[in-house]
């Protein structure tokens, strides 16, 4: 990774190997011809011979963008909206979307415990696209919101108007503001006796979540998730933030994105949830999803359905990678496989790396305190 040995250095420059290790001394620095030179001091002794050093080391990441194909220059087009729903255990996440889906998943669940992320994309009344994602509300999957918010173009916080506002109702906000996405407030269980939406806006207002109607500018809609009321009007803001953002891609081009989930399973072999972001995937490419590569064997829709290709804005499951990826890996198809090779590798190097980067820091450590 942009290092290169004294003796290599010489034979590009022409010069003998003595040479530039005489230089290297008066510069204060030891070595012989087998030395490995990193970059900063390949590129402050080389002009002494005339010579200047180039840094041609590229990260896998910059491989990937740079070996993008298709239609490049395609002309962008809206893609739908991906809106992550996060919010306090059991105030009805998954009920919510069961009510837009007009499906059945939350009762379904173990314990009624959501404990993954589910990935599904609706198609609303004037026949547009909106992708939702589920995330657990439990205590337990920070980590899982933290994904959601960064993978998402719209946060919808669900706080039970019987319950108010709750640890991980503050937090879920919290990442969302991290990530930088607009946040919509769905006050649920408003058809419960108790519900007292008033005193949740109060709430909120203490994390500067302040509702529009008290000069803020966060919506919030009131719903049920149960009676199915106020569905349409969530929808209906959604579609207006998602149109306010502007969200465009090229879908004529290799596609990019985001690993949702992956797991191994049994029969199947690794099986990722990715959310494509930019351009496409058709069957029969290949892939890269952080450090696993892959030829795509299937691609199955939200619905079960085996596609031949997915376009941006929408998530599917892929079968075909070698290993299970991590979920918030980046993924991008990739021209060949000597490119998903390459890209595999560098990453590989790159984890190495930080990985010796941090032993080391902890042997510092460990010698401090011996001393
Ligand atoms: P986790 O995924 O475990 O964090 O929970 P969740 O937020 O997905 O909640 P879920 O949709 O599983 O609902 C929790 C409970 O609240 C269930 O018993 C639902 O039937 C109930 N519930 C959800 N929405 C409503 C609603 O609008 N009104 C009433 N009365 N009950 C609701
Ligand atoms: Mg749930």
Redesign the pocket.
């Given at each position: 990774n942009g290092k290169m040995k004294v003796g290599d250095i010489a034979i590009e420059m022409g010069i003998k190997a003595t040479q530039l290790i005489k230089a290297l001394m008066t510069n204060g620095v030891m070595g012989n011809v087998n030395s490995d030179l990193d970059f900063d001091t390949i590129a402050l002794i080389v002009p002494e011979f005339g010579w200047e050093a180039q840094n041609t080391f590229k990260t896998a990441d910059e491989i990937v963008v740079e070996t993008a194909f298709g239609n490049l220059e395609a002309e962008l087009v809206i893609r739908p909206p991906v809106v992550t729903v996060m919010?306090?255990?059991?105030?009805?996440?998954?009920?919510?979307?069961?009510a837009i889906r007009n499906a059945r998943v939350?009762?379904g669940?173990a314990g009624?415990?959501?404990q993954h992320i589910g990935a599904y994309s609706v198609t609303t009344e004037d026949g547009s696209l909106i992708t939702f994602l589920?995330?657990?509300?439990?205590e337990a999957f920070t980590a899982m919101r933290a994904r959601g918010a960064n993978a998402t173009d719209i946060a919808i916080i669900?706080v039970?108007a019987d319950d108010g506002m709750m640890p991980?109702t503050a937090e879920a906000i919290s990442h969302a503001k991290a990530a930088g996405v607009p946040i919509i407030v769905a006050v649920?269980?408003?058809?419960?006796p108790g519900a007292n939406p008033d005193r949740i806006k109060q709430q909120l207002t203490e994390l500067e979540i302040v509702p529009e109607e008290w000069g803020g500018s966060t919506i919030f809609c009131e719903?049920?998730?149960?009676?199915r009321t106020g569905i349409p009007e969530l929808l209906e803001n959604i579609k207006l933030l998602a149109e306010v953002a502007e969200l465009k891609a090229n879908p004529e081009k290799s596609g990019s994105g985001l690993v949702i989930e992956a797991k191994l399973e049994k029969g199947k072999g690794p099986v990722a949830t990715i959310l494509v972001k930019d351009g496409h995937v058709n069957v029969g490419d290949y892939i890269v999803a952080g450090s696993m590569k892959g030829k795509v064997k299937s691609l199955t829709n939200d619905k079960g359905e085996r596609v031949d290709t997915v376009t941006p804005g929408l998530p599917v499951e892929v079968l075909g990678l070698e290993g299970v990826p991590a979920a918030g890996d980046r993924f991008d198809v990739v021209v060949d496989e000597r490119t998903a090779e390459e890209v595999v590798g560098v990453r590989k190097e790159q984890a190495m790396a930080e990985n010796t980067q941090k032993k080391m820091s902890l042997e510092d450590m460990f010698s401090k305190v011996t001393q």
């Open positions: 919010g306090h255990v059991d105030h009805g996440k998954t009920s919510l979307l069961d939350a009762s669940e009624g415990i959501t589920d995330t657990p509300g439990h669900v039970a991980q649920n269980k408003m058809d419960k719903v049920s998730a149960l009676k």
